[in-house]
Structures are given as C-alpha cells and as structure tokens.
C-alpha cells in the first residue's frame, strides 16, 4: 500500500527557520511534490523532487532521500504569511496520474 | 495567464440528488484531476482525465463519474448524493502525461444536507 506520514501542526517564529518533514511507503516512486495551502483556498505548487538532493527556490527548499523514503521542506526567513497548511504529495508509477497526499502539516507562524 | 477555474463556487444539495461540477484547465494543459479534501481528511483522489479519456479512478464508487471534452474542460457527476459527500473538490490540470505537477483551482464546496 501507500503511506505518507508527516505532523499534524507545527508552530514557529517569524524570521525563524522551519522544517517539515514527510515520509512516505510507495511501491515505484515517481516523484515527491510540496504544496500550500492557505485557510480556505487550493493547493498551489511549491517544489517537486524526484533525484536525491535539495532543491533550493528562494526562501524555500525542499530535500528527497529516495532510500529513506524521507523529504523535507525548508522554509526560511518565516512570514506571517507562511501561516499555511503543507502537502507532501508522492507521486507512483502504479498509479499514474494519482498523487498520494498526505493529511498535511498546519503551520501557525507568531510574531 | 488564467489558472484553473471551477464552477460553481458553492453547492447546497440534499441526499439523493445528483450534481454536476464543472473544470476548465490551464491553456496547453491536456490532463484534469479531480480530488476530494473531506474535513480532517487529505485530498483523495477521484479521476484522472487525458486526452478526452479516463486514464484512472481512485477508491469510490461508481456514482462519481465524469468526463473531459474535447476543449479539455471536464466535468464531474456525483450521483445519489450521500451526506459523506460533503467536501471540498477540486479540480487540477497539468501537462500530458500524468507526471507532471498539478495546479489547482478554487474549488466547489458541496454541502449535502
């Protein structure tokens, strides 16, 4: 089956560094993608990762460790207006076109 | 450029109706997905639509269907509404193929009561 697992809540201070972690359960891994999503609105596209390493896009980076089924988003230099829920969405060959979410970390940054 | 669009924004339907939500994708973009993001829940996925054709459906049953036309909108039909079918659904679009990233639209919100 297919499993990703990340925190529920995170909280944090603005101007602070924060990490989200993800880790995921698939057969024929095909990619990782981060999404936001803010109170109320849609998901929009952060990051996608398919080779090990860091991806870095301004204040956000996002790493993959295919062999530890392992992925974190970095976010830097908090705002208050990162205050937002993050997707870890894995995508699988076995199932092509269907991105596995996970229940998503609700951040809350404070001043 | 204009983003993924939904309609309607809002629905309010009773068990047993049947409802049609509509999705129009990104220009260029040939695939459209449908997901269900129930309270507490994460987003679930519902079908994937390319080329005018079903490629793949997630875990419901059979009264979510839908279809993609041949300008690439697509629509989604939920029958004999269930009150568990209150959620949010939204639609995606990408590039063809089923592996590029998603871009989500707004959303309907459908309340069943």
């Known amino acids: 089956g297919q499993n990703i697992d990340q925190p529920t809540e995170m909280t944090a201070t603005e101007g602070a560094i924060v990490q989200i972690n993800c880790t995921y359960q698939?057969?024929?891994?095909?990619?990782l993608f981060w999404y936001q999503q803010h109170a109320g609105e849609a998901p929009t596209f952060l990051s996608y990762?398919?080779?090990?390493g860091l991806e870095e896009k301004g204040r956000f980076s996002s790493f993959l460790s295919r062999s530890k089924g392992y992925s974190y988003l970095l976010l830097k230099e908090l705002q208050m207006k990162d205050s937002a829920s993050y997707l870890c969405?894995?995508?699988?060959?076995?199932?092509?076109?269907?991105?596995?979410f996970g229940k998503g970390t609700k951040l809350s940054v404070k001043p | 450029e204009a983003g993924v669009t939904q309609s309607p924004t809002h629905l309010i339907k009773t068990r047993g109706q049947q409802v049609t939500l509509r999705c129009s994708p990104i220009?260029?973009?040939?695939?459209v997905y449908w997901y269900q993001q129930a309270l507490g829940l994460g987003l679930q996925f519902l079908l994937w639509?390319?080329?005018?054709?079903?490629?793949n459906r997630g875990n419901f049953p059979p009264r979510f269907s839908g279809r993609q036309f041949p300008n690439y909108s697509s629509e989604l039909n939920v029958n004999a509404l269930e009150l568990e079918d209150s959620a949010l659904y939204l639609c995606?679009?990408?590039?063809?193929?089923?592996?590029?990233?998603?871009?989500f639209g707004p959303g309907t919100r459908l309340t069943v009561t």
């Open positions: 990762n398919v080779l090990d």
């Open positions: 639509y390319d080329e005018g054709e079903e490629r």
């Open positions: 969405a894995v995508s699988h060959r076995g199932s092509q076109g269907n991105l596995i």
């Open positions: 220009s260029g973009h040939t695939s």
């Open positions: 995606a679009s990408s590039l063809a193929g089923g592996t590029y990233e998603q871009y």
């Open positions: 698939t057969s024929g891994f095909n990619g």
